[in-house]
């Protein structure tokens, strides 16, 4: 049984199709790369699979229950914790606040909150600015700190949108060790990114979505060297630079 699935999932908005009978799954501890060109639907798809948005038809699994149509709330609960494509970290408050804030979910005592926040941040490099604001950081750090508060809810799965867009090369690299140390924690992990030589190199399997629709599914290098994926997406920079 797959940790997620969807089946068929359609999402419109208006006259416009953002995901169109979409069927998707994860296995447990598996990372797989979602990517596409803008506006293919990918943040579309984790608001869908998050409860954000209710799919119009379709249903979504996880753990074998249905959860189409959840909230948010109760779906973290469950296990599914996602980061936001545009950064959404609480200004006014302090790096280890901002992870309570996601450690909450688990507990409702402050002092195992802080416990659980202290952990987190130790685990993902953080914790030395504990008691900034969150309005101090870098662009690099409010993305970490969102993981991280993402990762102090105790997730079974962790969507990452665009986690590393904006970082410089040595940031990408830090983080892509941070991905790899939370999958070695057995958590499973969705990613969306646009570079490729980060997504590909990371991802056990790769879902690739244009215009709302799977266009193909398969491992990195296979969708790589696919000539329907590199028509849509990639171009032929990106084939040739692996072939190279
Ligand atoms: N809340 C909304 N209301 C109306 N249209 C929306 C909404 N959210 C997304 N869309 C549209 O749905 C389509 C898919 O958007 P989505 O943000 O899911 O794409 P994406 O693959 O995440 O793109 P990007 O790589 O640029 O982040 C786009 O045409 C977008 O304009
Ligand atoms: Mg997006």
Redesign the pocket.
């Known amino acids: 049984m797959p940790l997620l699935e969807t089946r068929q999932v359609t999402k419109s908005?208006?006259g416009?199709t953002?995901?169109y009978q979409v069927d998707f799954h994860v296995d447990e501890g598996e990372i797989v790369g979602l990517i596409?060109?803008?506006?293919?639907?990918?943040?579309?798809?984790?608001?869908v699979i998050t409860g954000f948005?209710r799919p119009d038809s379709g249903k979504i699994y996880f753990e074998g229950d249905d959860i189409t149509g959840k909230p948010p709330e109760q779906l973290c609960r469950k296990g599914i914790a996602r980061t936001f494509?545009v950064v959404k970290t609480f200004k006014g408050m302090t790096v280890l606040e901002n992870v309570m804030v996601g450690a909450f979910v688990r507990t409702l005592s402050t002092g195992e909150a802080r416990r659980r926040a202290e952990e987190v941040l130790k685990f993902g490099g953080l914790y030395e600015k504990r008691d900034m604001l969150a309005s101090g950081l870098t662009i690099a750090d409010k993305k970490r700190l969102e993981l991280l508060r993402a990762l102090a809810t105790e997730p079974k799965l962790l969507l990452l949108?665009?986690a590393m867009a904006g970082l410089t090369p040595v940031e990408v690299k830090t983080a892509i060790e941070l991905v790899r140390k939370i999958q070695a924690r057995g958590i499973s992990i969705v990613l969306?990114e646009?570079v490729m030589e980060v997504v590909m190199p990371l991802s056990d399997r790769v879902m690739v979505?244009a215009s709302?629709q799977k266009i193909a599914e398969g491992e990195p290098h296979q969708v790589a060297h696919d000539p329907v994926v590199i028509k849509a997406y990639l171009g032929e920079r990106y084939a040739q630079r692996q072939a190279a």
């Open positions: 908005f208006g416009l953002a995901n596409g060109p803008n506006g293919a639907g990918k943040t579309t798809f984790f608001n948005y494509q949108d665009e969306v646009h979505l709302g």
